[in-house]
DNA sequence: AGCCCAGCCGAAAACGCTTTCGGGCGGAAG
DNA sequence: CTTCCGCCCGAAAGCGTTTTCGGCTGGGCT
């Protein structure tokens, strides 16, 4: 049972009672001072706070919390981690609560539904002030239920019950905003080859492109190829694309990875990208858009934007204005050479 | 100031002094049956957990790390989330620590020292148990210093102090476990395409790489190629190496993403893989080594257990057995279509 | 029968902070 | 010179748990 050996055992943490001795005042005063109360003539709470600052005074967030009953603190449910997704969304969040006021309690369920139980019910057992959960596709899922002592907002992923608060990117008007581009680019034979049609965004991003066609009085070159998510999928799709519809001038695409595929098969035929068919992915993911030739432009989910205003509906709850339903956060595209107008 | 409308006010959460009650017995008597302390009768303490779990009781964990003065609590402190390294390392802690027992709070400084620093002060302020510092390359960086409060472990990136616990790959053992693949695969005329030599992963795989081969005898093919991280370079390099070397069967590449560029320029000079040249890369980041034609044999760091073996190690460190210096973690071979024994 | 000791249990203090509430003090009004 | 009123400040009561320490009970020993 020996001690650790030689860490300097340092002065403990000063406490609120060390800057209110410090200062000359008692522990109320001390407190009320440093926490913005009003009742502190102006000239006392100067001493505290510089007391405080002398002893780098840090308040202990437990003890602060016992009373309060709050504990400054949220936790981050998240479906996949090793996944594209949840990633900026847990950065816009990060960010938005902002570094000492709110931290932010990281669990990752890998998908099942029992782990997310637990961790819920482990989040909650260190008195979370609030639930940010964050899924690993845009379909709904289930609900973590009514009667959550603690408010709860799904990002990405929304949830199947309309009471609760859903922030997720707006995946028609994503499928509209590429096709719009498309069409200002002068192109108007256009393509969609999109990943499992199982998903929500591949079905989304296919019913906004097309809504945004028709509205511009053009057919879809042939049917929205479904498949998967794969580079494999997109080389395959594009050979059967560009054999049956030679004229076709552009291929919208589900998905980076499938743009990719795209992208080589393209190349392959000998179609020039940008100049006789423009490519565009979604999903804007910089390991694969850069390193592509032409690199490629994507329609970008806006992301981190969930995530902050996800954070921000939380706030807004603790508050007491809840809001509920499903926002959309506007996607956003980024051009880069696969895509240019027709010369 | 209207109150939020119909959340039905739930009854508070239960305290231990409900338990107590329930089960007949003293707050003292009810905290040490349920904590496993010695002093209750069996038949004492069966009462006591009955009547907690038929209340669903959970300690505030606040309260209870007032006096004990932890908080089964430790900071995740990453450089770069969007990076690809700090995700598996995460992962891999938090589910060394397991659910209940520890949170996790994570912390993204971006790279910026000062957000560090910032960031640092904060998990202090809330009396974290420990620290996990994950960088988001092999480089060492400085440490955070030695009086600090509470045990620190390095992961991925070593800290430049040898008193401080660093856990990282094994970058030099990874460059040797590549080459005996090939090796053994019958291959004799090797290359080597790294990235940017400025970075410690880069020089230290192609150490490893170059040893093994002048152990087996053999001469690496050219001269390590330094570049960058891109495809863009893979490819650059591999028609360089393949108009000048052509009789080479191998071309070890520095990352997946080179890697992939090196395949792709092969395919093209209508070299066949695995056949003619085998081709391997590092990382075995899925999303590239899946869509490669062929699929990638890459080599994989183990991210997850540098991320378990640190949290183990930071437990050591609370238990009083704190180490120090670098600890490195073998990586692993992931064996796809690219690399095959020579016909 | 008297004593001692082990085994259990409960009263109370402690952890560090917030907040309520009462009281002192000074100045203005009467 | 009183009276009253506002403004500041401090004493003290929590918040929910752990832990210490003293006391009670009952059994075994003398």
Redesign the pocket.
């Known amino acids: 049972m020996t001690q650790p050996p030689d860490r300097p055992s340092r002065p403990?943490?000063?406490?609120?009672?060390?800057?209110?001795r410090l200062a000359?005042?008692?522990?109320?005063?001390?407190?009320?001072?440093?926490?913005g109360?009003?009742?502190?003539?102006?000239?006392?709470?100067r001493r505290v706070i510089e007391a405080a600052e002398r002893l780098a005074?840090?308040?202990?967030?437990?003890?602060?919390?016992?009373?309060?009953?709050r504990t400054g603190t949220v936790g981050l449910l998240t479906g996949d981690l090793e996944g594209r997704f949840s990633i900026p969304i847990l950065m816009g969040a990060e960010d938005a609560f902002g570094v000492g006021r709110v931290a932010v309690f990281l669990c990752d369920a890998r998908g099942d539904a029992l782990r997310e139980q637990h961790h819920v019910r482990a989040l909650l057992g260190r008195r979370v002030d609030g639930l940010i959960v964050v899924g690993s596709r845009t379909d709904p899922r289930s609900s973590l239920g009514r009667d959550l002592p603690v408010p709860v907002v799904y990002a990405y992923a929304p949830s199947t019950d309309p009471a609760d608060l859903s922030i997720v990117p707006d995946s028609v008007g994503a499928g509209r905003l590429a096709v719009e581009h498309l069409l200002a680019c002068g192109r108007s034979r256009i393509a969609h080859v999109s990943g499992d049609p199982g998903y929500a965004a591949a079905r989304e991003r296919a019913e906004g492109a097309v809504a945004a066609l028709s509205e511009a009085g053009l057919p879809l070159v042939g049917e929205v190829l479904f498949g998967s998510w794969s580079e494999g999928w997109g080389r395959a799709a594009a050979g059967m694309l560009l054999d049956r519809h030679p004229a076709l001038d552009a291929i919208l695409c589900g998905s980076d990875q499938i743009a990719r595929g795209v992208l080589e098969t393209a190349r392959e035929r000998g179609r020039r990208v940008p100049e006789d068919v423009a490519v565009l992915g979604f999903d804007n993911w910089e390991i694969l858009t850069s390193g592509g030739r032409p690199p490629l432009t994507s329609v970008d989910l806006n992301l981190e934007q969930v995530g902050r205003t996800a954070a921000q509906a939380l706030f807004a709850a603790f508050e007491g204005q809840p809001r509920s339903g499903v926002e959309t956060i506007p996607c956003r595209l980024v051009i880069r050479e696969s895509t240019a107008p027709l010369s």
Do not use: H, I, W
């Open positions: 403990p943490a000063a406490k609120l009672s060390d800057v209110a000359g005042v008692s522990l109320a005063t001390a407190s009320k001072a440093l926490n109360r009003s009742q502190v003539r102006a000239e006392t709470r005074f840090q308040p202990n967030p437990m003890a602060r919390g016992l009373p309060a009953g």
